[in-house]
């Protein structure tokens, strides 16, 4: 039952655009989250705070405009984020590309869907 109302839960946000559904490519975040998952975004997450160190995040590259998900390591005050993959060895990350703007931050990974 408790899976049920979850599920649920998920569906009616989603349905009423409280969050985003967006696919997981690649494996930098293994083992957390696996390629081809689907997971659940609050695109409203960051519009009045910033990101804290831990949260996983979705972002888009200023210079590619491809979408990823990372997690924040580091915030400066100026709002930039530092952005890494669990999977050290096999992510692309600010290692590669440096401090990204909050404002390239899409929103917060609050789970999986379903």
């Known amino acids: ?9 998920k569906l009616l946000l989603l ?3 409280f969050r985003k ?5 690649g494996s930098s975040m293994i083992p ?6 689907e997971i659940l975004v609050d695109t409203q997450a960051y519009k009045q705070i910033y990101p804290q160190v831990g949260d996983i995040v ?10 990823i ?3 924040v390591a580091a915030v400066l005050e100026d709002g930039s984020c530092f952005l890494v993959g ?6 692309t990350d ?12 899409i929103g917060k990974v609050t789970g999986r869907f379903p």
Do not use: C
């Open 1 to 9: 039952m408790l899976e049920w109302l979850e599920t649920s839960k």
């Open 15 to 17: 349905i009423f655009g």
């Open 21 to 25: 559904r967006f696919r997981v490519i």
């Open 32 to 37: 957390l989250l696996q390629s081809g998952e």
């Open 58 to 67: 979705i972002a888009q590259l200023p210079f590619q405009g491809e979408k």
């Open 69 to 71: 998900v990372k997690r």
């Open 86 to 91: 669990d999977n050290y060895s096999e992510s």
């Open 94 to 105: 600010s290692r590669h590309y440096g401090f990204l703007r909050i404002q390239n931050i």
